[in-house]
């Protein structure tokens, strides 16, 4: 089964606009993982946060852990059409061994 | 590095009809998972497997589905017979069991049963 929810399940936006997206999950983790998938593609990985930390950028992303609220966020700042895609939160287990999926959010990036 | 690489990139069989999918991981990457996602949800992993052993197989519909990783480097995915349920893209991903993180997916097999 899966880890959690995430929300929105889309999200549609202008070009140069923020966009949102939340996940959250059940058990207790070793770290969360942010994913992007174009259609058809396989999974690219965004960014990690390891559950002792609360907020970490990479360019124009940023992704907040409340581990308290077993939540995560994950900010785009400035989105462009290029960011149109699926995203996915994954939790690591305690032990760091195994991925579980969020159902994702579908982002759309009007330009 | 070279990325995981996974074959076919397409398949498309009839149902009752048996097919295969291969992985090749990075090298040296103890750790390979198989997982299945269907149009409009997440990955969901089937088996894990630590170098040439099984280390979870919970999701896996054993009646139908089979893997194995010999030597522990390749691995093939099998199911037989197939059900139109079994749509969907089969990513395999390793990780290096050393330290890090990181998780490199291929970019998976789409299977249409029809």
């Known amino acids: 089964s899966q880890q959690g929810e995430e929300d929105p399940q889309a999200l549609s936006i202008q070009e140069g606009e923020n966009a949102t997206m939340n996940c959250s999950y059940k058990?207790?983790?070793?770290?969360l993982q942010w994913y992007r998938q174009n259609s058809g593609r396989g999974l690219v990985h965004l960014i990690l946060i390891r559950s002792n930390e609360r907020e970490k950028h990479s360019g124009r992303l940023r992704v907040t852990l409340d581990t308290s609220k077993k939540s995560s966020s994950l900010l785009i700042t400035a989105s462009r059409a290029a960011d149109t895609a699926s995203y996915f939160c994954?939790?690591?287990?305690?032990?760091?061994?195994?991925?579980?999926f969020g159902a994702g959010t579908i982002l759309r990036v009007k330009s | 590095e070279a990325g995981v690489a996974q074959s076919p990139r397409y398949k498309i069989i009839e149902k009752r009809q048996s097919v295969a999918f291969w992985c090749n991981p990075i090298s040296g990457h103890a750790t390979l998972y198989w997982y299945q996602q269907i149009l409009g949800q997440g990955p969901k992993l089937l088996i894990q497997?630590?170098?040439?052993?099984?280390?979870?197989d919970s999701q896996l519909p054993k009646d139908r589905f089979s893997a194995e990783r010999l030597k522990g480097v390749d691995s093939t995915l099998k199911i037989q017979p197939a059900k139109l349920e079994d749509s969907a893209v089969y990513l395999c991903a390793s990780r290096d069991s050393e330290g890090g993180y990181g998780y490199t997916f291929g970019s998976g097999t789409r299977l249409t049963v029809v």
């Open positions: 058990t207790s983790i070793n770290n």
């Open positions: 994954a939790t690591d287990g305690e032990y760091g061994n195994k991925l579980v």
């Open positions: 497997f630590q170098n040439n052993g099984v280390v979870d």
